[in-house]
């Protein structure tokens, strides 16, 4: 019989008290690694709580927090739930009207900020948000009476136990990015979420054993239900990375068994995996080409050709192993979500010898809606639904014999969008139906296919409609190309702002004796990049294909605001910024 939760304070006692002497959280502290267990963590959030209560935090407060993943995130998280207040995290990223917005909007109490110059801009706010009355600093000395530590010390002296919420009660808003206006507050209960990790128990096969390197943020649903909440629900340990640049070199020292990814980090490790093999003898490019090709044939149940499994095996000797090894030798599942994965991305992750399992899902599902999962799996799809939960389509939105808006209905759908009530008119049917607004079908064996957002859907002057991403991400897989936005709606034709990769450029340059200078204006790297797109827009419709394009030397990144914290494409902070040179290669 699997584990099942009422609430995510149930969830926490009872995961601590299993696994009381197990580590939990590893950190990187001037390059080692340290690990608290779960009793330790305990002890941490029991006085954390107790010393929130100080400050009047009670049932029903909103408890706010601005910080990067950290060990005082969490300790914040189950403390706050224990005192059935709610849960609102935001993104350090964030300009500081956007935390003064998200603070106002749910009426936070209190905020916690991680670094001291966030808490400084923090207490700034105070004027702006008539509800704030407390503001917390993970990093203010103890004897600063606002500081984590103080409270710390203080909750030790004054034990409060926890109080257990219904699971209908609210455990937290999540604000999402807002790519479209001011962001909107999820309202996410405790049932929601752990509807969610008791279809994780049923379907997944975790043991305590099992490792994480946790670099998406907690303030996401992904990271924080799929990997926080559902990790320690299992027993198992989250090394916490500290920046996104020493990912690989943690991973090598974590030796992780699971990987939760974005695709975004699946297409580069795609990416960076090829440029490497490009470098190498003939010899070596060859058996890697041919056990990537036999790998693929084998895990999709086919026959091999003759001494196919003889290459393999010499492939997974040679190379696989080693690429493994830079993962730290140790990676059994690759799980990815937030955005539709590219199946040929999939396949040669999988190839290498780690299994990917997509799923599906957004902020107002807890997040999870379908998940392949051992036994049932199908590369390039999003899964079944998980239990509990059951997929629709709607055609009429889409007038689309196959493909129509995916509707969700289950335990995981959220509570409403805080003080939203006509967003939530929009989405919730008089069931609690949710319109996810994403396209795509269902095929003959119940497995769930992402086929675009339909608000991203254009329509050409010809009358033809195209979806944007899924070809933006097949694009992508060019090895000169970072980044690439498709454009057209209402114009007779697409065109392509792309971004190329820069090393790739210096490495073709240096090869080729070109020079580069300002790459926005070279002709040679502009009939580069057609070329690239050409390639990889073969498989495309003829209307889809881009026929012209603009080239940008800035990446797409959180810090320009043209991604979301979860690497999604902010397409109207790109449009803001490009729209007038776009529509000027139509002149």
Not at 371 to 387: E, F, L, M, T
Request: with cysteine; proline share 5%; charged share 25%.
């Amino acid at each position: 019989m699997t584990q099942k939760f009422v609430n995510l304070v149930d969830l926490f006692e009872k995961s601590c008290k299993a696994n009381a002497d197990r580590e939990l959280f590893g950190t990187k502290t001037d390059g080692v690694w340290t690990w608290i267990t779960y009793g330790e963590f305990q002890k941490l959030v029991n006085d954390f709580r107790a010393g929130l209560a100080s400050l009047g935090i009670g049932a029903g407060d909103k408890v706010g927090i601005v910080s990067d993943n950290r060990v005082e995130w969490a300790v914040a998280c189950y403390a706050t739930y224990g005192l059935r207040a709610h849960f609102v995290p935001m993104y350090e990223a964030q300009k500081s009207e956007e935390w003064a917005f998200i603070l106002d909007d749910c009426g936070a109490k209190a905020v916690i900020g991680s670094k001291p110059d966030i808490t400084d801009r923090l207490a700034k706010l105070k004027g702006q948000v008539a509800s704030l009355e407390h503001v917390i600093g993970l990093e203010l000395p103890e004897s600063d009476a606002r500081s984590y530590a103080q409270l710390l010390k203080v909750g030790a002296k004054q034990p409060v136990k926890a109080e257990h919420p219904a699971p209908e009660e609210t455990a937290g808003f999540i604000y999402t990015s807002g790519t479209t206006g001011n962001p909107k507050g999820v309202i996410l209960s405790h049932g929601n979420i752990t509807s969610n990790i008791n279809a994780v128990h049923d379907i997944f096969p975790f043991s305590t054993d099992d490792r994480s390197l946790s670099f998406l943020p907690w303030a996401h649903s992904f990271g924080q239900t799929c990997e926080l909440h559902a990790m320690l629900s299992m027993g198992a340990s989250l090394g916490i990375n500290d920046d996104v640049a020493n990912l690989v070199a943690n991973l090598s020292e974590v030796k992780p068994t699971i990987l939760f990814a974005v695709p975004r980090i699946f297409n580069r490790i795609y990416d960076g995996v090829n440029k490497q093999m490009a470098d190498k003898p003939g010899f070596i490019q060859s058996l890697f080409r041919s056990g990537i090709k036999n790998a693929t044939l084998k895990n999709a149940g086919k026959d091999l050709p003759l001494f196919g499994g003889l290459g393999l095996s010499l492939a997974d000797k040679i190379i696989f192993g080693k690429v493994r090894d830079k993962f730290g030798g140790r990676l059994r599942f690759a799980i990815s979500g937030s955005a539709a994965l590219n199946k040929e991305v999939a396949e040669f992750i999988d190839a290498l010898g780690i299994e990917v399992y997509e799923g599906y899902g957004l902020t107002e599902t807890s997040p999870i809606a379908t998940a392949n999962y051992p036994g049932n799996r199908k590369i390039g799809s999003v899964g079944k639904p998980i239990p509990g939960v059951s997929i629709t389509i709607d055609r009429e939105v889409t007038a689309d014999p196959k493909h129509g808006e995916i509707l969700i209905k289950g335990p995981n759908i959220m509570q409403g969008y805080h003080n939203r009530p006509e967003e939530n008119d929009a989405v919730l049917m008089k069931d609690r139906t949710f319109r996810s607004g994403d396209m795509g079908f269902i095929d003959e064996d119940g497995f769930l296919y992402i086929t675009g957002r339909i608000k991203e859907q254009y329509k050409l002057e010809n009358g033809k409609y195209v979806v944007p991403s899924p070809l933006e991400e097949e694009l992508k897989l060019s090895p000169f190309i970072a980044n690439v936005m498709i454009h057209g709606a209402n114009k007779p034709y697409n065109v392509a702002l792309v971004v190329p990769d820069q090393d790739a450029l210096k490495k073709w340059a240096a090869e080729t004796g070109k020079e580069l200078g300002d790459i926005e204006k070279n002709d040679d790297v502009r009939h580069l990049i057609e070329k690239e797109l050409k390639e990889r827009a073969a498989e495309f419709k003829g209307f889809e294909k881009p026929q012209k394009i603009l080239l940008a030397a800035e990446d797409f990144t959180t810090d320009n605001g043209m991604l979301t914290p979860t690497l999604k494409l902010k397409r109207r902070t790109v449009l803001a910024k490009y729209e007038a040179a776009l529509d000027a290669l139509y002149d």
